[in-house]
């Protein structure tokens, strides 16, 4: 029996021809970038691919109580152009469960403010205060120090988790005795304008600081502070 000689359409010999057909639906080449991957939207408007998770701590509560800090001396300070940053063995951040993207009208960025209503009292803070800079090792004026929350109440961090409160040292040009003035805190107020108008969104805001809070402007496309 002889062979049945069959025809290839024009098309499909085009395909095989050339090195290989695209799986891909218009739609899915027009929203890729290079590589493949998603094409870039409005700068610093969502966290970067491939980030960290950051702890989710308890949240507000009606009563504090003392934290335990991490054991004495096992913190280490790190410096960037000589501003302090924290270790992030140590402090890695935690984020308040009550506040989430949903959530801000009625939180963070509510009318008459939120942070004040969440704080910890003095009574508690300062505790942990005294035991935290024994965990960084910090010598210096108390007074002159911050226990600071790497993520800001501001920003929807947690108010009294551990992993997210660090005695902050002062900045180098600080006049000792003066009080406390860090340049971390009009970079929180920078980054707290800008998730409530909705030019960032909160998760890349609190990625940004706790990656690196003297950049965290300067990532998401701000003007610095």
């Given at each position: ?53 950051i ?33 992030p ?16 009208a ?14 910890p ?7 942990e ?14 007074g ?37 003035n ?16 909705g ?16 950049t ?10």
């Amino acid at each position: 029996m002889g062979f049945v000689r069959r025809s290839v359409p024009p098309v499909l010999l085009s395909c095989l021809l050339l090195t290989g057909c695209s799986s891909a639906s218009p739609s899915g080449s027009a929203a890729s970038g290079k590589g493949g991957a998603p094409a870039a939207g409005p700068s610093g408007t969502g966290a970067p691919a491939g980030a960290a998770k950051i702890p989710v701590g308890a949240g507000p509560q009606k009563t504090y109580t003392v934290q335990r800090q991490p054991a004495a001396g096992s913190c280490r300070y790190r410096y960037e152009k000589g501003e302090p940053r924290e270790d992030p063995a140590c402090t890695p951040g935690a984020t308040s469960p009550a506040v989430t993207q949903t959530t801000l009208a009625s939180t963070i960025c509510r009318s008459g403010g939120y942070t004040k209503g969440i704080r910890p009292p003095e009574t508690v803070t300062g505790q942990e205060k005294r035991a935290n800079a024994a965990s960084y090792k910090y010598t210096g004026r108390l007074g002159d120090a911050e226990y600071d929350h790497l993520i800001s109440l501001e920003l929807g961090g947690d108010p009294n988790d551990a992993r997210n409160l660090w005695v902050e040292p002062p900045d180098p040009a600080h006049r000792a005795g003066s009080g406390v003035n860090n340049r971390k805190d009009p970079v929180e107020s920078k980054l707290h304008t800008a998730v409530c108008s909705g030019k960032v969104t909160l998760r890349a805001a609190q990625q940004a600081i706790v990656n690196d809070w003297t950049t965290a402007l300067s990532k998401l496309g701000l003007p610095p502070s």
